[in-house]
Structures are given as structure tokens and as C-alpha cells.
């Protein structure tokens, strides 16, 4: 059992930045693909990036592009996201999550990942 608990979310103004972590427990982190998703107020939740199991691949949403970045460090079995030139648009609730059965390998599908946290709340005023 893997246990995801997230931090780092707060409010923010457009284009100023925040960086999330996301500490794992339980399980051997350094083989899990880590996700970033996230969900706003009446929509779907949604994929914002990805990353292989050592960090080398890494996959984002079109939106955030050039804008996000996930990094891990599976030394300290963390996760991070990077967020600069914040939008209202990513105002959210973010969630990390861990695939366990795709040989590390990311993926923009949420069902692919077993173990999510409870989320950190993203507000950024205009």
C-alpha cells in the first residue's frame, strides 16, 4: 500500500509561481510512474503531467506546457510540480498519483494509477 500526502497549494495572483511536493510512503517508489492531475469546481479531473519511474520522460498536458514542470527524486521519494506563469484557468485541486503496474512508464490516464492523494488546493486570482 502506497500511501501520496501533497503540499505546497495556496493562493496565488496570475503569473506568480508555486512549486508542489508530493511525499510518498510505502511501496518501492523508484518503480512507480508519478502523475500530476487535477480537478476544478464542476469539471472532470484532468491530466497535467507525468513522469517515468527515473525521472528521464516526462509528459504535460498541452496547456501547461513550457510553463510546468515535474521533476521526482526517488532518493526522498518525492515528487514536485513546478508551476510558473500561474492562470486562473489552473485554479484547481491537485492530486498526485502513482501507477504501480506499467513498468514505470507514465500515462495521461487516471485509471492507469493506483494510489492517489487527497489533494492540494491551487487558487490563482486575476
Known amino acids: 500500500q502506497v500511501t501520496l500526502v501533497e503540499s505546497g497549494g495556496g493562493l496565488v495572483q496570475a503569473g506568480g509561481s508555486l512549486r508542489l511536493s508530493c511525499t510518498a510512503s510505502g511501496g518501492i517508489f523508484s518503480s512507480y510512474a508519478m502523475g500530476w492531475f487535477r480537478q476544478a469546481p464542476g469539471k472532470e479531473r484532468e491530466f497535467v503531467a507525468a513522469?517515468?519511474?527515473?525521472?528521464?520522460?516526462?509528459y504535460y498536458v498541452d496547456s501547461v506546457k513550457g510553463r510546468f514542470s515535474i521533476s521526482r527524486d526517488n532518493a526522498k521519494n518525492l515528487v514536485y510540480l513546478q508551476m510558473i506563469e500561474l492562470k486562473p484557468d489552473d485554479t484547481a485541486v491537485y492530486y498526485c498519483?502513482?501507477?504501480?503496474?506499467?513498468?514505470?512508464?507514465?500515462?495521461?490516464?487516471?485509471?492507469?494509477?493506483?494510489?492517489w492523494g487527497q489533494g492540494t488546493q491551487v487558487t490563482v486570482s486575476s
Open positions: 513522469t517515468r519511474w527515473n525521472g528521464d520522460v516526462a
Open positions: 498519483a502513482a501507477a504501480s503496474g506499467r513498468s514505470g512508464t507514465p500515462s495521461p490516464a487516471w485509471y492507469e494509477y493506483d494510489y
